[in-house]
């Protein structure tokens, strides 16, 4: 699968769709909004804002197809002009200008999220296709780079998994977590690569003194995968699709060939990575509040499969057809129900992390 | 109906697609290649060049969904290099980036104008959702505006059109060509107002000196509106769907409420607009030499049927349904076939405009 290739939500507005069925993802969002426009108003350079030509320029990077997109981009322009209210416009009275540019995947519905967008928004729109793992934008042509619960997906399956002969072939499992040391160990190193290229990309992209606020879906410092709540009932899926390999319903070999490529990171995971890097240093992170929004969907088996199926439909359709997902999705739901405490809330985290660009 | 909720060119790839029934349009693309690179070479100003901050923004709108929009601008893309490389580079060595802004309506397919991106292309890619009759971009971002074949579609049908007890009720007809005065004087007042809100947004959007190339399917000078071949050929169409209203298999009143708001200009048309708004200089007008390849099209019924199709389909299916789309096609194809000359190669026209925006 190549990365451009990857994954997009579930697209429309039906009810299995990633716009009627993103409300973990949406807490994250909320739950940020305090804390990053903190990080704007405390972390933005004030020459930065002003030097922007009076444009400001934003990009939403694995974006999906709205609304939480649009939430979070409203979060930041008020913080942003805000700020600029407070000290800039004393300096320098410009009349600002935004410019959004909403990125995911190529195959994502970019339709949807064009015809989804706010009709009083207050900034220029623009759709970019493609894998923030790679080069998006010109140089330093961005301010602010926001991404939300995105950058747990890897850019790919690491090679290692497609020999069936290796001792990283993932026989019997859909992701890393529970498998031998070898296939963590690939999906270490996949989160290595995945890490440096993203960071290299953006610290061309971006302006020096520029933002990149990243929330994380992830787990805690110091906790196994096989531990991590979010693997754990994905973990429970495969165990599902198992189950209907061994009925017969789905090809026992297609089910070891698959792989979803999901990696929650801890945050000491990712401030190695930004310090190996070496181009940004990190202004903030911190673990966002749990919110009752983002446990009302943890606690309940109902909204925990139609979130997972949401962000994973396009994925099993695509490996083992469309006749399967509702067979699928309903053990998985029954599994979930006999399971009602599956999903330990201390095992699982949201955080937000600020970097800001340094100049060379 | 809202100008961004305008009719988009037929979507997909099927053998209705606008991508799959567009070589009128590349032949206009084809024909504009030299004359474009001509003005791009003696015209776009060195500064404007190397003053991009060594990324040169381009805009293409009213793009629809490829494949013409991607040679259009990948002519573009050379001609600068070239320019850059011949006078450029020795005063400035800068690597020149570039990001190109794909516009069209909302609706627009760009799901599939996103997957046919050629993937060699040497440029950053966004999409852009919006009327070009708005303002879609920061003030002062753009270097280079390309539009082809699209500027013809007004914003919306004039207001004086939806009164039916006016004389500008438009009985009978589906575009004003062959209308009352009333009508004709109200396209008239319709095209000046969308060619100043045109010029306006683009005044504000593009840099000083930067250019605006307009590929603009028209009618020679002095060609009353009736006599232009463009309109001719719709003007049949407009009679084969009176004669389903008289058979009773589509609704009269719906016919007559139903205006396709193209209106081909003629050059002088477009140059006293430029005047009037008096942001821009005309750098070079001239009309492009006809091309064997839009010929091939306007001599065969079967070609223009199935080209008027992929512009109009999704017009007629919003007022008439699906249906009566395949009866009025084949009716329109037997028509254009009773009268093979109808389309007069002398009464059309398509001409290249290259505005230059002024200092204030």
């Not at 933005?44 to 997109?69: H, K, M, V, W, Y």
């Not at 190529?106 to 015809?115: C, G, Q, S």
Request: proline share 4%.
């Amino acid at each position: 699968m190549a990365a451009d290739e990857a994954c997009p939500m579930k697209g429309g507005d039906g009810p299995n769709s990633y716009a009627k069925n993103s409300i973990y993802q949406k807490g994250a969002v909320d739950a940020a909004k305090e804390l990053l426009s903190k990080a704007i108003a405390e972390k933005l350079d004030l020459e930065i804002l002003l030097a922007s030509n009076s444009t400001f320029q934003i990009a939403d990077l694995g974006c999906s197809i709205g609304p939480n997109t649009f939430w979070a981009i409203e979060n930041i322009l008020e913080a942003v002009e805000l700020k600029y209210q407070i000290q800039g416009m004393k300096k320098s009275p410009i009349t600002l200008e935004f410019q959004v540019f909403f990125n995911d995947h190529t195959p994502n519905d970019f339709n949807m999220l064009f015809k989804s967008l706010p009709l009083n928004r207050q900034y220029y729109a623009a759709g970019v296709p493609g894998s923030f793992y790679g080069r998006l934008f010109p140089k330093a042509s961005l301010h602010f780079v926001h991404s939300s619960t995105a950058i747990h997906w890897l850019s790919r399956v690491p090679k290692d998994l497609a020999d069936r002969n290796s001792r990283s072939w993932n026989k019997g499992k859909i992701q890393f977590s529970h498998s031998s040391d070898e296939v963590i160990r690939a999906f270490e190193a996949q989160f290595s690569e995945d890490m440096e290229c993203f960071l290299n990309a953006r610290a061309q992209e971006i302006v020096y003194g520029g933002l990149v606020a990243l929330i994380v879906s992830g787990r805690p410092d110091g906790t196994p995968h096989s531990d991590s709540s979010l693997n754990v009932i994905y973990h429970l899926l495969g165990s599902c699709l198992m189950e209907m390999a061994r009925k017969g319903v789905v090809s026992e070999e297609k089910v070891d060939a698959f792989n979803i490529t999901m990696f929650y990171m801890s945050p000491q995971e990712l401030k190695a990575a930004v310090e190996l890097n070496g181009r940004f240093t990190i202004e903030c992170m911190e673990n966002l509040p749990r919110l009752s929004t983002i446990d009302n969907v943890t606690e309940s088996p109902q909204l925990i499969a139609s979130h997972v199926r949401a962000v994973t439909e396009v994925l099993f359709q695509q490996q083992f057809g469309d006749e399967i997902l509702d067979e699928l999705f309903d053990l998985y739901r029954t599994k979930l129900e006999e399971k009602p405490s599956i999903f330990d809330p201390t095992k699982a985290i949201n955080f937000l992390v600020v970097l800001k660009r340094q100049a060379n």
